[in-house]
């Protein structure tokens, strides 16, 4: 039987839980720095490879739709902050991803509007781990894949003092 009787001593006693185990060594600092300065390096040749053109002056805001493992999908605050130069191929990009959306799953969960595609190397803000809902400020910028934020920044309020561990008590007034 499931939880009654049997005692069990504190839920099932750590069997089917996961752990994390460490697949590699732990790098070197040195070695911490090669990989980024590669990844760098490799991302500065990917955006000259594809034209990027900064259209935006200042930041704009807007919140993580979804986070994948390299990239993620930004939603502007306010659509009309994203220059009118790239919106005909911000919705021509987005309506791509649509049609492509397949197992039933719609295109960032269905959202209504259009969206940004945002590469992980363009996070600006060191140490900056995106998570959906996250209020970001970004960069807009238009290449020859379509429409994507970069110079990305937190824009997370900063936290009330002693507000430790009150995450989840705020109702979300969608």
């Known amino acids: 039987g499931w939880g009654k009787g049997g005692g069990g001593g504190g839920g099932g006693g750590g069997k089917g839980k996961w752990v994390f185990v460490p697949s590699r060594e732990a790098l070197s600092p040195e070695e911490i720095e090669e990989r980024r300065t590669a990844n760098a390096e490799r991302h500065a040749a990917r955006v000259a490879?594809?034209?990027?053109?900064?259209v935006t002056d200042m930041h704009i805001?807007?919140?993580v739709v979804q986070r994948a493992k390299r990239h993620a999908w930004l939603k502007p605050t306010d659509p009309s902050a994203v220059p009118e130069v790239c919106r005909e191929e911000l919705a021509k990009m987005n309506a791509e991803f649509r049609a492509k959306a397949t197992d039933g799953r719609a295109f960032c969960g269905g959202l209504e509007?259009?969206?940004l595609y945002l590469s992980v190397a363009d996070i600006a803000e060191e140490?900056?781990?995106?998570?959906?809902?996250?209020?970001?400020?970004f960069k807009i910028y238009m290449d020859n894949k379509g429409v994507g934020a970069c110079e990305v920044l937190s824009n997370e309020p900063p936290a009330p003092e002693g507000a430790e561990g009150a995450e989840g008590d705020e109702v979300a007034a969608a």
Request: overall charge negative; glycine content about 14%.
């Open 127 to 137: 140490k900056l781990v995106l998570a959906a809902g996250m209020q970001v400020k």
């Open 49 to 54: 490879e594809e034209e990027r053109k900064v």
């Open 61 to 63: 805001e807007g919140e």
């Open 113 to 115: 509007g259009d969206v």
